[in-house]
Structure formats: structure tokens, C-alpha cells
């Protein structure tokens, strides 16, 4: 199976008001042609940070290290014009709020046709067309209407599909999709999710798929990233994951989903704390300070990642008692 993009112990270091801060921390994994990798975690692990990096729109004075290979070019050693040519051609984002994410002075089918203008180089006219087509494949209602409008006159699902539109307007080879059913109810979500997942086997392009909701990626992808403070703790195939979860954050994820079948009176289990601020970050384990198993050694050892089972593998001292829920 075709590898189109790789990921090799990318680390992205932030300067904030406390110093540099690694925002991201030895990164590392293959995404093949077809297949839909998801990467999950709460919010401030790093996920958004991990797409910013291999679209090379980090924040000003960030810093990278390591390698992000797509079909073998290193985007991280590319100038800002080569980075530009790939951008919205090769590799394309669906950015996680649909309600900012579109300028709201520019009709829409300029905007979905402005991709189609740049890398295609077409003219205003065709790619007024081509971009009429894409809000009918994206199931825009009345694409005809539509693509004259401004955004501010499109409902929010409608917004995330027009982004849907441009990010596929040029057929990437690779697609990330940062939360893209971010304030949208629940049917609306399926919808997307449902086109995103379609329009990608269509195309047979990689996608990537951020989310803080677990149902979602285990719904969605064929390969899973679970991230905690900037490094990935456990990683391998949906099936191996969710058959049995190795890490103790993975597992408390795992718990605080809705039961079906529970008791009106039955309260959520969560995880107890929060996220560190990355320039904050503990020594040795960055979930020791919540997890219910840490011991002393913990606060002193980056845990390396250990092989779980096949193509399965965690960042654990203590595998097997956080496997046996001890």
C-alpha cells in the first residue's frame, strides 16, 4: 500500500511567555493512500498543533525539528513559495470552525474557485464552473443560488461544506480534517462526517482526522494516534485499540463516554484535572499527575512506547497493571 505522507519524530517547540515550550514531542507515523488515520485527545495535547506543522502554518517564531515526508519531500526543509505551490493543491485542511473560517467580504464561489485559480491556473469563468460543481457534489441546496452568496447567508453546516468544497477542489493527496463537525448538532455532524469519509474512498486520498470525541474516530478511522501532552501514548489500528485500550489516559477516555442502557441517576466517569499548559509540562510522564496508577519512578521517566500486541504499542511503565485496570 502507497505511503503518502510520514511522519518522523516531528517535534514543533512554541516560544511563549515562560520560555520555549514543545507543543508536539517526537511524532512519529506513516499514513497510506485510501486509509484514514485519527489522532484524538483533549484539547492542548497537540493535535491541531500536529496538522498546523505539516501544512506549515505555524504560529511566527516556532520552531521544527524532525521530518514530515509527503511522497518523500520533506515539508519542513521547503521555502515559503515551494510550501505555497503544495498548500491547497497536494495537501489540503478543513480548519475545526466553519463560522471563521470563511472571509466574510468574498462570495462563495470566489472562495471555493480561488484554489482552482492559483494551482490549475483557470480562468475567473471556469473556475466559477468547476466550483458550481463542487457545492453540488458537497450537497450544498440550490448550488446555483448559493455560490453567489456570502457567507454570513449560509447555516453552519452549510459553511463546513462549502470548506469541504475547497479543501477537495484540487483532489489532495491528503486531506486533514481538524474537528470538522465543531458546532454542528448531531445529525448535521453525521452528515459531514458521512461526505468527508465518501468524497476521500471516491478520491483514494489519505485522510487525517482530528477529534476529541473517541465514538468519532472509532467510527471513522483505520488507524488511531492517541496524544497527551504534546507525544503520542498509545498508537495502532482502530480494531487493536478499541478491543483493548493500553494507556490509562486511553482507558479514561474510553470510561467518560455515555453508556447506553445507564441509569438516568448513573454520573460520568472522568478524568480527574486537567490538561498541563505545554510550557508547563511535568518531568517524565505527562499524564503522571492524573493517572490513578503513577508511581514514583514515573515523575522522573519519559516512558518509551512498548509493543502491546500486533502493530499495537503504548507509552506505559506499568503495561500490564494499567491493562488489568489495577
Not at 493512500?33 to 492542548?44: A, F, K, T
Not at 468547476?130 to 453546516?157: C, N
Not at 486511553?250 to 498541563?276: C, E, H, N, S
Request: net charge negative; glycine share 10%; with cysteine.
Amino acid at each position: 500500500m502507497e505511503t503518502v505522507l510520514e511522519a518522523d519524530r516531528l517535534t514543533v517547540t512554541l516560544q511563549t511567555a515562560a520560555g520555549p515550550a514543545r507543543a508536539v514531542r517526537d511524532l512519529s507515523f506513516s499514513l497510506q493512500r485510501g486509509r484514514c488515520l485519527g489522532i484524538v485527545g483533549e484539547s492542548g495535547c497537540g493535535k491541531s498543533m500536529t496538522a498546523l506543522a505539516i501544512m506549515g502554518l505555524l504560529p511566527e517564531g516556532a520552531h521544527t525539528a524532525g521530518r514530515v515526508l509527503l511522497h518523500g519531500e520533506d515539508l519542513l526543509a521547503l521555502d515559503d513559495a515551494r510550501m505555497c505551490a503544495i498548500r491547497g493543491d497536494r495537501i489540503a485542511m478543513i480548519f475545526q470552525e466553519p463560522m471563521t473560517s470563511l472571509n466574510p467580504l468574498h462570495r462563495i464561489g470566489d472562495q471555493v474557485g480561488e484554489a482552482l485559480r492559483l494551482h490549475k491556473r483557470m480562468g475567473r469563468r471556469e473556475a466559477w464552473e468547476k466550483a458550481l460543481f463542487l457545492l453540488e457534489r458537497v450537497g450544498i441546496p440550490d448550488p446555483h443560488r448559493r455560490i453567489g452568496q456570502y457567507p454570513h447567508q449560509l447555516s453552519g453546516g452549510q459553511r463546513q461544506r462549502v470548506m469541504i468544497a475547497m479543501a477537495l477542489a484540487n483532489e489532495p493527496d491528503v486531506l486533514i480534517a481538524d474537528e470538522p463537525t465543531t458546532a454542528l448538532d448531531v445529525t448535521i455532524q453525521r452528515q459531514i462526517l458521512d461526505l468527508i469519509q465518501d468524497l476521500a474512498a471516491e478520491t483514494g486520498m489519505g485522510l487525517i482526522l482530528i477529534s476529541h470525541d473517541l465514538g468519532v474516530i472509532a467510527e471513522n478511522a483505520d488507524d488511531v494516534l492517541v496524544m497527551y501532552g504534546g507525544m503520542v501514548v498509545e498508537q495502532g489500528s482502530s480494531e487493536a485499540i478499541f478491543r483493548r485500550f493500553a494507556h490509562p489516559y486511553a482507558q479514561g477516555l474510553f470510561a467518560a463516554i455515555p453508556k447506553l442502557g445507564a441509569g438516568r441517576d448513573t454520573r460520568l466517569r472522568t478524568i480527574p484535572g486537567t490538561v498541563p499548559d505545554i510550557a508547563d509540562l511535568p518531568p517524565g510522564c505527562p499524564f503522571q499527575n492524573r493517572c490513578p496508577r503513577a508511581e514514583a519512578v514515573c515523575a522522573v521517566t519519559v516512558p518509551p512506547m512498548e509493543r502491546v500486541g500486533e502493530g499495537h504499542r503504548a507509552a506505559c511503565l506499568f503495561l500490564d497493571k494499567a491493562e488489568a485496570g489495577a
